[in-house]
């Protein structure tokens, strides 16, 4: 979808940037082995050096950002997996780490056996326990989506509201912040934005608040579920690093209010961009008054769920030139079958259409009906949409009963997340697991839905395979003794400038390098230098970071996960030529607003350190 000034047309000229240069990984993937092997070569007539580890781990992070964000990209998994390869090579020329001792004294098989034969030497080494959570969380809430949950409580405060979009807005997005911190805002997002996009269409908002409020998204996802361990992979990638110092309770006590306020940062700016924007609800159209059936419907019968503009999209060609035309009337709040009506598409294509959005068996009563409420025969609309509403009221017990289950699979969540927080050596996934298996046979028996759930959930954990790498790598830093040099750092610090300037520092730190690189990454890295402090000391200062590695990650297009799905959903949905550079613009002000809100209550925290 592009963005059109007048809402009504698009251009048709080629978009001004520049396009994408995807570089080979394959030959990336051999460069990098090389000169693995030649470093390998090297170590066995002189030492390698841990500054030429840090330097190698810093370049392939580096590299995530600049070859991701200018035209000339490698895939990050490429790059990550193919720069491991030399990171490794290096770390086997170290003389002396704490492996090398290992190895030295008791054989590879016991460091076998300790390190990649246990659980426990696999989460120390790639996090496996946080990565495995993720996984099953990722499952587990793209189960919970296919219900439509979300859907139906927006259109349920829409109604409440009288079709007012900034009450419905600002309490959709509290619901989402607050589900954030518990059922990961990575697995939110996408539903987030695809509901109030829907929303803000029907009200015919202006591709400046639609795109936005997409962009808002991020920052209730990533910044507003900072209040809990669970929902943000720093979180428990800190969590897990500086276990058990950072437990629910540091969780509640520290991040909580920032997380509060922050949200109150956001709603405020909502109030500036949405005020005044309607929804007629005495006019909506019968699939948009029954959006969450509609969807549901989509997935049952189709195996996928699409928005009206995504359909007409997706079926351009067989429009012939009226595309744009029906995206238009679709983007100023017309419903999908008068936008076709009107821009004169053929009746057999029509109800092509109409039977791909809902149903095919429905497709000739959606077209009579529409055909009928363009021409003002309002009350023969009404008859002839009959069948329809059969169909999505039948539709509408289904999900129903499929949300109960899904409530009910929080049940055994929740449990396992409690006992883990009693007694850690419970393994963390546990409780993710537990809730995707209970809550599967919500879908279980609808095939296609099923298999939509499962495929989602891939494709999205699929963006987390670059970690495995880089977490390695970080460990291998850590065994080498990097981060002993951090911790003296820090200790300086505290001695000459005191506890409220250090975390502050820590704080612009976290957010400069989340803005720039991943935020997982920097999470990984940045709490490593914690270790070893007095225990309010530590937690103040995690606490600082915590708030970065929030804020920075939403600060660019790439800083976390969320960043990066409402950026390409902009570009595919909304305006193909959106730039890097527009991201930060539009939301420095938001940015800079949360930032000075946490110094005050950074420099609040180190105040109180100091006096208690």
Not at 3 to 19: R, V
Not at 86 to 104: D, R
Not at 251 to 266: D, E, G, H, M, Q
């Amino acid at each position: 979808m592009k963005d059109h000034s007048d809402g009504l047309t698009a251009s048709t000229s080629p978009p001004t940037h520049t396009a994408v240069v995807m570089l080979p990984g394959g030959r990336f993937l051999t460069a990098c082995a090389v000169v693995a092997g030649a470093i390998l070569l090297w170590g066995r007539f002189a030492p390698t050096s841990v500054w030429l580890l840090a330097v190698e781990v810093l370049a392939t992070i580096l590299g995530l950002f600049a070859f991701g964000s200018f035209r000339y990209q490698i895939h990050k998994n490429a790059l990550t997996y193919g720069m491991l390869l030399v990171i490794v090579a290096t770390f086997c020329g170290l003389p002396g780490s704490q492996w090398h001792t290992e190895i030295a004294d008791r054989g590879w098989s016991f460091w076998i056996g300790q390190h990649l034969l246990s659980f426990r030497g696999l989460d120390d080494l790639i996090h496996a326990d946080t990565m495995l959570f993720i996984l099953g969380l990722t499952f587990f809430v793209s189960v919970i989506a296919q219900t439509r949950l979300l859907e139906g409580i927006t259109f349920f405060l829409l109604r409440r509201n009288q079709g007012s979009i900034l009450p419905t807005v600002i309490a959709v997005t509290a619901v989402v912040a607050f589900a954030s911190g518990i059922l990961d805002g990575v697995s939110m997002i996408g539903l987030t934005i695809r509901t109030l996009v829907i929303i803000l269409m029907l009200a015919a908002a202006p591709p400046a608040a639609v795109r936005y409020a997409v962009m808002v998204c991020t920052a209730v996802t990533t910044i507003c579920g900072i209040w809990l361990a669970y929902g943000e992979p720093p979180n428990l990638i800190m969590k897990a690093n500086l276990y058990p110092h950072l437990g629910n309770a540091f969780f509640l006590r520290y991040c909580a209010p920032a997380a509060i306020a922050s949200y109150l940062v956001i709603a405020w700016q909502l109030r500036g961009k949405l005020g005044g924007q309607r929804v007629n609800l005495d006019t909506m159209d019968v699939l948009d008054a029954n959006v969450a059936d509609v969807r549901f419907l989509q997935a049952a019968r189709h195996g996928d769920v699409v928005t009206a503009v995504e359909l007409v999209e997706d079926h351009a060609p067989v429009l012939m030139g009226r595309a744009e035309g029906v995206i238009g009337r679709l983007r100023n709040g017309g419903a999908l079958g008068s936008a076709l009506i009107l821009e004169d598409v053929p009746e057999s294509t029509r109800r092509q259409l109409l039977g791909h959005f809902v149903s095919e068996d429905l497709a000739d009563g959606l077209d009579r009906h529409y055909v009928l409420d363009v021409a003002g025969q309002y009350e023969a609309a009404l008859q002839a949409e009959l069948a329809v509403d059969d169909v999505l009221a039948s539709m509408a017990r289904t999900r129903r009963r499929a949300q109960k289950v899904g409530a009910f699979a929080l049940v055994p969540f929740i449990t396992m997340l409690i006992v883990h927080g009693i007694d850690h050596n419970v393994p963390l996934f546990l409780a993710s697991f537990a809730g995707f298996f209970a809550a599967l046979p919500a879908i279980g028996r609808i095939p296609r839905m099923r298999r939509l759930a499962l495929r989602e959930a891939a494709i999205e954990y699929a963006e987390y395979y670059f970690l495995f790498p880089l977490f390695l790598s970080i460990t291998l830093l850590t065994n080498a003794g990097f981060f002993d040099a951090m911790q003296g750092l820090i200790r300086h610090g505290i001695e000459t400038m005191g506890h409220a300037h250090v975390g502050f520092i820590q704080f612009l730190g976290s957010t400069f390098l989340s803005a720039i690189l991943d935020n997982n990454v920097v999470a990984d890295f940045a709490s490593r230098g914690l270790e070893g402090l007095d225990i309010k000391i530590l937690q103040f200062f995690a606490m600082a970071q915590i708030a970065g590695y929030a804020l920075g990650g939403c600060w660019t297009h790439i800083g976390c996960a969320q960043s990066v799905v409402a950026y390409a959903f902009i570009q595919r949905d909304l305006d193909a030529g959106y730039t890097p550079m527009q991201w930060i613009k539009e939301m420095t002000p938001v940015i800079i607003q949360i930032l000075v809100l946490m110094a005050v209550l950074i420099y609040a925290e180190g105040a109180l350190l100091e006096w208690f």
